[in-house]
């Protein structure tokens, strides 16, 4: 397991922007990806989406639908830390959003699924409000 360190969180009003880190210090990692679980998807009991895949190993980076175009994701050259810069947010953007790491070579590409990683970060909130 990695020991991922999250910030970023808070109020961001509909329209602006964000960036969310996510730190795997001193650690090799082959897959990168932000999930987010919205308050929508915890009152009807559903698991946190992947919304953004990173492949340390030939760089592809896969963006779904629902924030492609608004959202980007990039790295440092040690390529352990993963910014994912927010853009034209709404309301619906608002959410847990966790990121996840892992060591062994996986399927890096949307869709991804939470059970394909071991390592975690804390969570942080994310509210798109006026």
């Not at 961001?12 to 897959?31: D, F, M």
């Amino acid at each position: 397991q990695v020991r991922l360190v999250e910030s970023g969180g808070g109020l961001v009003q509909p329209g602006g922007s964000h960036i969310l880190t996510c730190e795997a210090p001193g650690a090799t990692v082959s897959c990168m990806a932000w999930f987010r679980r919205t308050p929508e998807d915890e009152r009807r009991g559903k698991e946190r989406e992947g919304i953004v895949s990173y492949d340390t190993g030939d760089g592809t980076i896969d963006y779904d639908d629902s924030v492609k175009g608004r959202f980007r994701v990039y790295t440092t050259n040690a390529k352990n830390i993963l910014y994912l810069e927010m853009g034209s947010l709404k309301p619906e953007d608002t959410a847990m959003y966790s990121c996840a790491a892992e060591t062994k070579r996986i399927a890096c590409r949307l869709p991804i699924w939470g059970d394909n990683f071991s390592s975690w970060g804390q969570g942080t909130r994310v509210t798109v409000s006026s």
